[in-house]
Structures are given as structure tokens and as C-alpha cells.
């Protein structure tokens, strides 16, 4: 098979892919174009239509490492001067419910791996809070089963979307505004201008350096990582420089397209095979994600008594959930939107330095102690 018919496939495969993204995204949810693509995606190497076939490994690589970009540069963008002074004002809290992230994200994926038919490392990067869009293409690159690790992500994102905003909502009796410093966060880009485009090129160049360094450092996943760290560094650079956040043209189009390559990358990878005994790892998963949003509600009680941040802020901030639905959600019940943003940002950045190489440790640790057994 020809380069040009196999370019051909992929796009064919990705367009597909990317009509159940659309038809998702119209419910209103964020991150339906990633739901939509991955399920459609994962339907079509099912069935294996002649038309789409390209080899038995998916699509190119290129097309899920140019999401993977994408998504970086989205992350990195966040990283900004009003976040910096929001971590500053709060450090200690909100270094509490990153370290309490970390370990109930670590014991969830315990209990999933020991009590399921599933790998160590599917479940530990299953059960990881950073996000559907980013830990399903990392885990791809470590040999982690993705279509699990998608699917224990989504069932996360859904339960804590439908439970936190609910249950929060039942318990506010008299909303009022923490002192973190307050502010909405608004979705809306920028109106467009010329002088924008060079501020997106520079992005450009600056995630792909990043992405550069990433591998030379052997970085997990250095497009997504690799890409967010040079594109923070410049852009915190720049902005101390300037005072101000620097303003570049970046539509959230990009970010769609960021879920469907990624979707439709891990999607294409889907086999029947991964099906066997999914049923009792989803029930597991429900329980663990169960479990986590209960323990992040102690856990942010805490942090409203022994801090002027209120609870609603604080549940917030610390649920594993979409940064847009949960900075949405504090804006509707009065909650300080800026630390709501603030802490779900740091949480994901943290989530994707420090877990792939605690997760490492333990799996070199248990093939250490399995070969001694032996």
C-alpha cells in the first residue's frame, strides 16, 4: 500500500471518527467531541470496513502526537500570571489537595489492578485524575490497554460531572465569595487581530522545542508534556516581561481537533480482545471513582474549616473533573471561579509530572519482588 492511500485512510478514518464527536458535542458537553470520536473510532476498527483498513497497529502515529501538540499548547497557555498569584495567596492548601489527589489516585488504581483482570499500569493510569483527553494518549505510549484506560476515564469525568454540582448545590444554603481572589472565567477568544499571529507562531515554536527537549529527556509523553512545559515557559516569561497576559490568537477549534486526532488515534487501536472481563473493572471503577469523590469532599471540608476558602470553592477546585464544567459550575453557585481554575490547571500539570514515574517505581518494585519469589 502507497504513502498516499494510507495518508488517504487515516484521514478518511479520522473525518468518520470526528462525525460522532460533532453530533456529541451538541448535548453541550466540553468534551464530547473526544466521547463521540472515541466511540465511533473504536466501532469502526471493530467492524474493520475494507474502505478504512490500513494496518493492524491503527493510524499513523503522526496524527495522535499532533493532538497530542495541540493539547499541550492548551495546558500551557493556562499557566499564566493570574495563576502563579492565585498559587502564592493559597500555596498550602492547594498543595494539600494535590498531594491528596496524588494518593487517592495511586490507591484506587491499587484496588483496581489487585482485584481486577487488569494490568498495573491500566489501572494506575486509569484511575488518574489528569484528564480524558491526556492520560488515555500517555498510557498508549507506556503499553497500557487505552480503550480501558478511556473508558475508567470516562466514567470518572460523567460521575463527577452528574454527582459534585448536584450534590454541592444541595448542600449551599448561604453562598459567599472566598478571599483567594475572585474572578469568572470566561471561554470566550479574543477578538481576533493580525498582530495575534505571531504570538501563535511563537507557541508553535515553543511547544515543539519543548516536545524537541521532551524526547531527548525520555519525558513521558513528551508531545503533551514536552509541548505544555516550553509553551508555559514562554508564556510566563512573557508575561513578566510585559505585566500582563500575553494574548494570542488561539480558537477553541484547536482544541476540538486536539480530542478528535487523539480519539481517533486510540480508537483505531481497539480490538475485541480488550473486552475480556471488562465487566467487573468498570463495576470496580465505579466504586473507586465512588470512593475518591467521597474521600475529595472530606478532604475539602477540611481545607474550608481550617482556611477562609469556602467549601463550595474547595470541592471544586479538588473534584477530578473538566476544568470548563467545574469553573462553570463555580460561577453558577458564587464559588471563586479564578481558584477553581487555578488548582484545576496545577492538578493536571502535577498529575502528569509526578504519576508516570511514580507509577514506574511501582511497577520496577513488584517485578523486583515477583523475581525474588520466583
Known amino acids: 500500500m502507497n504513502k498516499k492511500t494510507v495518508i488517504y485512510r487515516n484521514m478518511m478514518f479520522i473525518v468518520l471518527s470526528s462525525t460522532g464527536g460533532f453530533l456529541l458535542s451538541l448535548t453541550g458537553m466540553s468534551i464530547g467531541w473526544m466521547i463521540g470520536s472515541l466511540v465511533v473510532a473504536a466501532i469502526l476498527s471493530y467492524r474493520k470496513p475494507p474502505f478504512l483498513q490500513t494496518s493492524g497497529k491503527g493510524i499513523s502515529k503522526f496524527w495522535i502526537y499532533t493532538g497530542q501538540c495541540l493539547l499541550g499548547i492548551e495546558l500551557g497557555q493556562k499557566i499564566n500570571l493570574s495563576v502563579m498569584n492565585v498559587f502564592m495567596e493559597n500555596s498550602l492548601a492547594i498543595l494539600f489537595m494535590l498531594i491528596m489527589s496524588i494518593i487517592f489516585s495511586i490507591l484506587s488504581g491499587y ?19 489528569g484528564g480524558l483527553t491526556a492520560m488515555p494518549s500517555i498510557a498508549e505510549e507506556v503499553g497500557a490497554n487505552t480503550t480501558i484506560v478511556s473508558i475508567i476515564q470516562t ?17 449551599l444554603v448561604t453562598p459567599h465569595h472566598s478571599t483567594a481572589g475572585n474572578g469568572a472565567y470566561m471561554m470566550a477568544v479574543p477578538e481576533f ?11 508553535v515554536f515553543a511547544a515543539w522545542g519543548g516536545a524537541f527537549l521532551g524526547k531527548k529527556l525520555k519525558l513521558p509523553a513528551p508531545w503533551t508534556i514536552g509541548s505544555m512545559l516550553g509553551v508555559a515557559l514562554f508564556q510566563t516569561a512573557g508575561s513578566s516581561m510585559i505585566s500582563a497576559d500575553i494574548v494570542v490568537w488561539w480558537p477553541h477549534t484547536f482544541m476540538v481537533l486536539a480530542q478528535i486526532l487523539i480519539a481517533s488515534s486510540i480508537g483505531a ?13 468498570v463495576n470496580l471503577a465505579l466504586l473507586c471513582t465512588v470512593g475518591f469523590i467521597l474521600a475529595m469532599f472530606g478532604c475539602s471540608f477540611i481545607v474550608s ?9 474547595a470541592t471544586l477546585a479538588f473534584a477530578p473533573g473538566g476544568i470548563a464544567e467545574m469553573a462553570t459550575t463555580a460561577v453558577l453557585l458564587d464559588g471563586d471561579s479564578t481558584f477553581v481554575v487555578a ?14 514515574p511514580c507509577f514506574k517505581i511501582i511497577e520496577h518494585y513488584e517485578k523486583k519482588k515477583v523475581g525474588l519469589s520466583s
Do not use: C, N
Open 111 to 129: 484496588v483496581l489492578w489487585k482485584f481486577s483482570k487488569t494490568d498495573m499500569l491500566t489501572s494506575f493510569y486509569g484511575t488518574a485524575p
Open 155 to 171: 466514567i470518572r469525568v460523567f460521575l463527577v460531572i452528574l454527582m459534585v454540582p448536584m450534590i454541592v448545590s444541595y448542600l
Open 193 to 203: 487581530q493580525l498582530t495575534q499571529l505571531f504570538g501563535t507562531f511563537a507557541l
Open 269 to 281: 487501536m481497539f480490538h475485541k480482545d480488550m473486552l475480556i472481563g471488562l465487566g467487573k473493572i
Open 305 to 313: 474549616k481550617l482556611t477562609e476558602i469556602t467549601f463550595v470553592t
Open 343 to 356: 488548582v484545576q490547571v496545577l492538578r493536571i500539570i502535577v498529575v502528569l509530572l509526578l504519576l508516570p
